[in-house]
Structures are given as structure tokens and as C-alpha cells.
């Protein structure tokens, strides 16, 4: 979230900056400006209460307990004391508005984000690879995998209801490779760390990078949990991606500055209600309430978290550039950005069933927002102030959608798949998924 005093000092940039994104964007500043002149006042007038509550102590220590002046003074302490307890009730009840807005303030985009309303004012920096040719018309993977019996989206639905799916065979076998290359590549060549996150969470941890309270109706909430069964401690979520857990491993923590920056990649099953998608990409793998999906974060210092944003990105590109897959880099728009974002890069994979590119990994840069939710601070060096880390994230990649890609890019007309050269050893040597499987 947003630093109060930051906030409050420089309230007409920070507004310039959230109307960027559109809409509705600044709504809560104007609460909130109010609300901190509220709290700057109660805070004036309890450290005056204060004061005078020392400066009658001192006085009662000189006087004579049986006589009126202290009688008188006794009463003068208790109704100090009866003054304070209010304003501090009121104080924790302003400081509760002012933590509540701000959850909901979105973050301030980056000058580099460029300005615009929505997915069309999206800018392409770049291209990598040229989309496959077809002597036939391509189909599109869900009827790939049903003619090859390697998805099963009837029995998925009979399971478990719509969006949902059973991976079988060749298809299992495929999701399986893609997650341990993605890692073996980003743990291997690029210095993650591997981590093998739970997918259960708190709601704090789900605070903490920003899915609640705004997005509370996207995950999956489900229990009300204590560890002796009894009281209702914290709520339970499934884990709506990695970087949710992950970036959590430091909440709370200060680290040292030396160790900077730190990245780990995980693989996880991701859960997502889809909220607001009625409708959308109903059919096949694209937009399920489960799904894989390996994720990349890193921890940085201010200074260096613009090269280290480029970095990442590169990091995810690479994974699509060993599977030979036509892709493209979108800048987002400041009106397409998460809420949480500073700044977005969307790596955009081409379908040829569907002639088009569809995004498969978000690289976000997120600033102190995140950071400042969960308290991941460090030390620049021992004894200096804690400072506020900057945290980036992206997934590399979703690992459903590459499967959709994979399908679709190397088809070939009898409806066979070719195995992508670097996948043939996770496939146990597998180079084609026949068009009939078993």
C-alpha cells in the first residue's frame, strides 16, 4: 500500500498520478485527506494530555497526600486519564479508516508506463520469432487433446464443474515436463532458488501482496481456521499464484542489504474464481479454476529495480525462446495495469487456432507496495535505518497455457503433436504425441 505521510505531503501529485489510471482511481483520497488531519489532531492533543499528565504527577510527588491540593489534583489526574483513553480510543479508530482506504488505494504507475484506457493502448516493444505456416487449417488444443485423449474436459466437469479439467497420458506427461524444465532452466541458468511453497495461506498473507481485501471475490476462501479446531484465528485461501506465498517467506523480516537481491522460483497449483469472466474462454484450457503455473519473484534494492524488472522479464522470454514459440512484449497501458503494479510487462504467445497472440506471464514491478503491506525491509549496511525493499514478480510461465501453445504451434495434419526438442528429455525421449492416444 501507499505511505500515509507520503500520501498527505504530496497529495496533488499522488492524485495526478492515480487519475492515469482512470476512473474512480482517486475516489478514496479524498477520504482520506480529512481522515489525516483528524488523526494529526488527535495526536496533538493526546501528546498535550500527556505532557500534563507528567507535569501533575511531578506536582502530586510534592504535596501533602491528606491535603485538598492533592485531593484536588487526584481528581485532575483521573479526568486526564478519562481524556486519554478517549482519544486514544479515537485515534485507533481513525488510524483503522485510514489502513482501511489505503488497502483499497491502488499503486501509483511508473512515469515509464505509458497512459491509456485499456488493452488497446497496450505498446509492443518487441517481437521474438515469426508465427508457424500450415499447409491445413490448425485446430484449436482443446480439440487436439480431445481427439488425442489427453484432456478430458467432461470428466473435469463431472468432478469437479465447469473450468476444470483432466490432463491424461501424453497430456499429463506434458504439464509434468514443462513445470520441471521451467524450473530446471530458472534454477540452473538464471540463479533461483527453488522453492516448494503451501498452497493453503492466511488472509494476512494474502494482504500482504495486495489480493485482499480488494480482490477477496478472486480467490477461493476455505475455512475459518484455528490450530486446536475451537476459536476462528485466521481465514484459509488456496493460493490464487506463488507469488503470493513466496513473496510472504519475508514478511516481517529485516535483511541484509548485502544479500540483495534475492530470487526464488516455485512451482504451484494456482486457484482463481474467475470473477467477473462469465462467459469468457469457456472453452478449453485458457482460463480455468485451477491451474499451473511456475512463478518467478525477486527482492531488490530501490536503486536497482528497473534493471532488475528487465531482468526477470528476460528470464521468462528465455523459457519461450527454448521452446521455439512465436511471442511478442506488451508494455500495459496504465488503464490495463493490476492495481497493485507500478509497472507491467505481458509476454503474449501466438495461437494459431485462435490467430492471435493470448498473454501466458505478467512480469510486474510493484515498487514499496507490497513491501510496505507484509514489513519486507533491509539494511543498506549494520546499524543503518530499514528501508523498504521493491518486489518483482512474473510467472515463467503458466504452465497450462504453454501446454495450449505447444499444442497448437506444433500440430502437424493428422492431428500428431511434435515435441519441442528441449521437452524430448522430460518426455522420456517422447518426440510426437499421437493423434489417437490410448
Request: aromatic content about 8%.
Amino acid at each position: 500500500m501507499l505511505d500515509l505521510r507520503y500520501v498527505v505531503d504530496h497529495l496533488d501529485e499522488v492524485r495526478a498520478g492515480l487519475s492515469r489510471r482512470g476512473a474512480g482511481a482517486t475516489v478514496a483520497l479524498d477520504e482520506l485527506a480529512p481522515l489525516s488531519i483528524e488523526r494529526r489532531d488527535v495526536i496533538v492533543k493526546l501528546e498535550t494530555l500527556r505532557a500534563k499528565k507528567n507535569e501533575v504527577s511531578a506536582a502530586m510527588a510534592k504535596v501533602d497526600k491528606k491535603s485538598d491540593e492533592f485531593a484536588k489534583t487526584r481528581d485532575e489526574m483521573r479526568l486526564v486519564g478519562e481524556q486519554t483513553k478517549e482519544l486514544e480510543a479515537k485515534q485507533k479508530a481513525v488510524d483503522a479508516k485510514i489502513e482501511e482506504l489505503l488497502l483499497y488505494i491502488p499503486n501509483v504507475p511508473d512515469a515509464t508506463a505509458p497512459d491509456g484506457g485499456g488493452s488497446d493502448e497496450n505498446q509492443i516493444v518487441r517481437t521474438w520469432g515469426e508465427a508457424p505456416k500450415f499447409a491445413f487449417a490448425p485446430r484449436d488444443h482443446a480439440d487436439l487433446g480431445v481427439a488425442n485423449n489427453t484432456l478430458d474436459f467432461e470428466r473435469g466437469t463431472k468432478i469437479s464443474g465447469a473450468r476444470f479439467t483432466v490432463l491424461r497420458g501424453m497430456g499429463a506427461r506434458l504439464e509434468r515436463a514443462l513445470m520441471q524444465f521451467m524450473l530446471d532452466v530458472h534454477s540452473n541458468e538464471h540463479g533461483y532458488v527453488e522453492i516448494w511453497p503451501p498452497v493453503l495461506i492466511k488472509d494476512t498473507t494474502m494482504r500482504g501482496t495486495g489480493q485482499l481485501p480488494k480482490f477477496a471475490k478472486d480467490a477461493f476462501r476455505i475455512a475459518e481456521w484455528d490450530e486446536n479446531g475451537e476459536a476462528q484465528a485466521y481465514q484459509l485461501y488456496l493460493a490464487p499464484t506463488a507469488e503470493v506465498p513466496v513473496t510472504n517467506l519475508h514478511a516481517d523480516e529485516i535483511l541484509d542489504g548485502a544479500s540483495l537481491p534475492i530470487a526464488y522460483t516455485a512451482y504451484t497449483a494456482c486457484f482463481r474464481s474467475e470473477a467477473g469472466s462469465y462467459g469468457k474462454d469457456t472453452k478449453g484450457l485458457i482460463r480455468q479454476h485451477q491451474f499451473d503455473k511456475v512463478e518467478l519473484v525477486r527482492f531488490v534494492k530501490p536503486e536497482t529495480a528497473q534493471v532488475e524488472h528487465e531482468k526477470l522479464t528476460s528470464h521468462a522470454e528465455a523459457i519461450l525462446q527454448k521452446l521455439g514459440l512465436h511471442y511478442r512484449v506488451a508494455l500495459l497501458c496504465t488503464g490495463d495495469m493490476g492495481a497493485v503494479s507500478k509497472k507491467t510487462y505481458d509476454l503474449e504467445v501466438w495461437l494459431p487456432a485462435q490467430n492471435t497472440f493470448r498473454e501466458i506471464s505478467s512480469c510486474s514491478w510493484f515498487g514499496d507496495y507490497q513491501a510496505r503491506r507484509a514489513k519486507i525491509r533491509y539494511r543498506a549496511e549494520a546499524g543503518s535505518k530499514p528501508e523498504l525493499v521493491h518486489t518483482i514478480n512474473g510467472s515463467g510461465l503458466a504452465i497450462g497455457r504453454t501446454l495450449v501453445a505447444i499444442y497448437e504451434n506444433f500440430q502437424e495434419a493428422d492431428g500428431s503433436i511434435r515435441v519441442p526438442k528441449v521437452l524430448v528429455p522430460y518426455m522420456g525421449g517422447v518426440e510426437k504425441i499421437p493423434a489417437h492416444g490410448a
